[in-house]
């Protein structure tokens, strides 16, 4: 029985993603669950798995190669089997290709013909593979220290930090070019894209509140210092909780514009922006309203070293209902976060500052930080926005509540 391997839609976004590296070569025997490429999506670097067993037949698109979701990328089959028709439907003009079917992966015109991955294939991991490439370093050049010679992320580092202690104090070329032109990532391609949908069609509107985070300081410092509490908490989440509480109390917050329909979401599952190197993903916390602040610690740690480590499965970065973007660790005071066409609101953290304000008559030095929640008002008016973030000032500076 022949299996086709197609390029996978992993996201509601991906139109397309880049063959990275072929950890197999054509002639190899594949079981069900073998890895068989490396593969780079708009949100992460996966690996790809063959759903059946056989011979690696054909591998119909090279390394670091785009490819439409899909498309036919390689076949899996017994020798005896006749692939011929399979293949003459692939290589169908792209003008004249069908869509892809829900359920069926419609074969597209590939691209040009691989490079065979037997010559000069070097072994990399795939985060490897990004950082050579985006240094235009040949991985030829770098000595592995995984499994096989296989070149991880310490060796690209190593060889770059060698690379930049030669040359340091050289003199500049004569003649080298004052600039450099770099292909957008897989990532930022998609960012652009849903940038321009998100600004455009989406009227935003946005609302600024500072908070007094003294109260929350100190739950965080009790907390933190019991011994049997493994995870230790961010002031970031107890902002995750303080606002799953909040949407709670305000569920017209938690939603979206669907078609002219307004999508209430009766769960919080919530998204938290994680920066990468070329571009930003947003894993998601689920059930957050039914989550204690410990569970949602737990979670957060985990899922963002999984974002930043290009680790995420698709379904740990969509589906959420609600999203935080929090720059306050980058000293950003205020700034205004722009809403994804998937959510009708996101809420902006800015850094706690020491600065002076008024308690009972008084001067004071107090904690303070600034919220600013950008909000789609085709659903959302000023109100309902400004009601939503009073709460949940509120809620952050009584925050015992997020303990009941």
């Known amino acids: 029985m022949s299996f086709q391997v197609i390029m996978p839609k992993l996201s509601d976004a991906m139109t397309e993603g880049r063959v990275l590296q072929w950890l197999k070569k054509e002639g190899d025997r594949i079981q069900g669950g073998d890895v068989l490429a490396s593969i780079e999506t708009d949100k992460a670097e996966i690996e790809l798995e063959a759903f059946g067993g056989g011979i690696l037949r054909k591998i119909l698109v090279g390394d670091e190669q785009m490819v439409p979701v899909g498309q036919l990328i390689a076949v899996i089959a017994e020798p005896d089997e006749d692939i011929a028709g399979l293949l003459k439907r692939a290589v169908v003009p792209a003008a004249d290709a069908p869509a892809p079917v829900k359920g069926e992966a419609k074969a597209m015109a590939p691209a040009a013909p691989p ?29 592995g220290s995984g499994p096989g010679g296989r070149i991880l992320e310490r060796d690209v580092e190593a060889h770059l930090a060698a690379q930049a ?13 004052e600039f450099e032109d ?37 739950l965080r410092k009790s907390l933190n210092a019991i011994e049997s509490q493994p995870d230790k908490l961010s002031v970031n989440d107890i902002i995750i909780k303080a606002t799953a509480v909040a949407l709670q109390h305000h569920p017209a917050i938690n939603a979206s514009y669907n ?63 609600f999203v935080i973007s929090n720059l306050g660790m980058f000293d950003v ?6 809403i994804d066409p998937a959510h009708g609101a996101i809420l902006a953290v800015g850094a706690i500052e020491e600065k ?12 303070r930080m600034r919220l600013t929640g950008s909000f789609d008002h085709r659903i959302i008016d000023g109100a309902m926005g400004a009601k939503f973030l009073q709460e949940l000032k509120k809620i952050l500076e009584n925050p015992v509540q997020l303990l009941l």
């Not at 202690?165 to 070019?177: C, D, I, K, S, T």
């Open 115 to 143: 490079t065979p991955p037997e010559a000069g294939w070097v072994p990399a991991s795939p985060i490897a593979r990004r950082m050579a490439r985006d240094a235009a370093i040949d991985l030829a050049r770098i000595k």
């Open 333 to 338: 005071v205020e700034f205004t976060a722009v």
């Open 165 to 177: 202690q030669r040359l340091g104090g050289a003199e500049v070329p004569v003649g080298e070019r």
């Open 259 to 321: 078609n002219g329909q307004v999508r209430l979401f009766k769960r919080v599952h919530i998204g938290v922006a994680v920066a990468l190197e070329d571009g930003l993903i947003v894993p998601v916390i689920r059930e957050c309203d039914r989550k204690s602040l410990g569970e949602i610690a737990r979670e957060a740690k985990t899922i963002v070293e999984r974002a930043r480590a290009r680790k995420l499965r698709p379904e740990e970065y969509s589906g959420g209902t």
């Open 182 to 218: 770099k292909d957008l990532s897989t990532i930022r391609k998609t960012i652009a894209a849903r940038m321009v949908q998100s600004k455009a069609p989406i009227p935003h509107f946005t609302v600024t509140v500072e908070v007094d985070m003294g109260a929350g300081a100190e």
């Open 356 to 367: 002076p304000a008024v308690m009972n008559g008084q001067i004071v030095v107090r904690q």
